[in-house]
C-alpha cells in the first residue's frame, strides 16, 4: 500500500514537471526601446497613415474650389421648307458662360483651405490620442512580463518545495497528505502561470499590431522599466501649456474659422450670377446652297433669386457659427478638467508606489522566506507557508499594479496637458 502511495506522488511530480515544459519564452524577440516604438508608430500605424491621406484629400479640395464655371457651347440646324419645297437651312452656334460675381471663388478657395487647417488639426489630434494609446500598450506588455516573473518565481518555488515534501514523505518526515498538497498547489500554481504568460504574449502581439507590423515567427520586446521618479508639476503651468499645445483645442479654433467663412460662402451664393451668350446664325438657299443672311446675337441671363426669400440656409450657417463658439469654450474648460483630474490621479498613483517603497515588498519576502524555512525544518504548517507566499504574490501583484497606474496617470496627465517628454 505505502508503495502506490509513493507511485501516486511520484507520478504528480512527473505531471507537474511536464507541465512546467508547456511555458514557452523562448520565442524570437526584437528588443524595442520606448522611443524607438513611438517612431514605428508614427511612421507605420495602419490607422495613422490613413488618417494622414486626408491631408492630402484635403489640399485637393483646393484645387476643386479654384475651377471655374465651365463655359457652354450649343450648336442647332433648322430645315426651312414651304408647300413641302425645301427653300433652305439655317446653322446657329452659341457659347455661353456663367459669370460668378461677389467674389464666389475666392471664398470657396479661402473655405477650402481653412478646411485643409482643420484636417491637419484633425490629425495631429489623432496622433496625440494614438501616441498616448501606444504608449499605454507598451506599459501594459511591461506590467505582464513583471507579473509573468511574479507567477514563475512563485511556481518555481512551490516546485521545489514539492520536490523536497516527496523526499520527506519517502523519508517518513511528513505524511501523504502534505506531499499531496504540495503537489496539487504546484498544479494551481501552473495553471495561474499559463494563463499569465498568455496574457503577456498577447500583450507582446499588441505592441507589434500598434507599430503595423504582425510577425508570425517573432516579436517586438519592451526593454523599457516602470521604475521611473516621480515628477512635480505646477497646475497653471499644465494649463498654460495646454492652451498653446493641445490639437483638439487647435482643432475647435480651425472649426471656427470653418463654420465663419462657410457663412461667408453662404451669403455670397445668394448674389446672383450672369449667364453671357454669343452666337453666330448663317442661312443658306437650296438648291446652290449660297448664304443668303447672317446674324450675330450675344445676350445676358440675370436670374430672378426669388429663393432669397427663404433664409433657412443663411440661417443655418449663421447657428452653425454660434455653435462652433460654444465648442471652442467647451474645449478650454475641458482641458482644465481633464488636467486638474489627471494630476491628481498621478499625485495619488505616485504616494501609492512610494507606500510600497518603504519597505512593504521586503517585509512580506522575509516573511515568506521565514516560513519556507521553518516548513523545511518542520516548525510550522504548509497552510501557513501557502499563506505567506499568496500574501506576498498579492503584494507583489499590487506593487506592479500600482507602478502601472502611476505610468498609466503621467500618460493621460502629459496628454491632457499637450506635452510630450515621457519614456519609460
Known sequence: MKKNKIIFIFLLSVISQFAKAQVDSSFNRYNLKFKEYIQLVSEHNLGYNAEKLNIDISIAAIDVAKIFPDPSFSFGWTDNSESNVRAGYDIASELGFTLELGGKRKTRIDLARSESELTKALVLDYFRNLQAEASMVYIEALKQNYLFKVKYDSYITMKQLSKADSVRYKLGSIMEIDAAQSNVETGILLNDLLQSEAEWKNSLHQISFMTGELKSDSVYFPTG?????????????LIT????????????????????????????????????????????????????AQAISAGISIPLKFSNLHKGELKIAQLQVQQTDELYNQAELQIQNEIK?????YNASCKQVDNFDKGLLENALSVKKGKVYSYERGETSLLEVLNAQRTYNEIQTAYYEALFNRATALIELEKAAGIWDIDF
Open 225 to 237: 522599466s516602470l521604475f521611473i521618479s516621480d515628477r512635480s508639476f505646477e497646475f497653471k503651468n
Open 341 to 345: 483630474q489627471a494630476l491628481q490621479n
Open 241 to 292: 501649456t495646454a492652451q498653446n499645445n493641445r490639437a483638439d483645442l487647435l482643432v475647435a479654433l480651425n472649426d471656427k474659422d470653418v463654420s465663419e467663412k462657410a457663412l461667408r460662402l453662404a451669403r455670397k451664393e445668394r448674389i446672383a450670377d450672369v449667364d453671357l451668350s454669343i452666337g453666330v446664325e448663317n442661312s443658306y438657299l437650296v438648291p446652290n446652297g449660297s448664304q443668303s
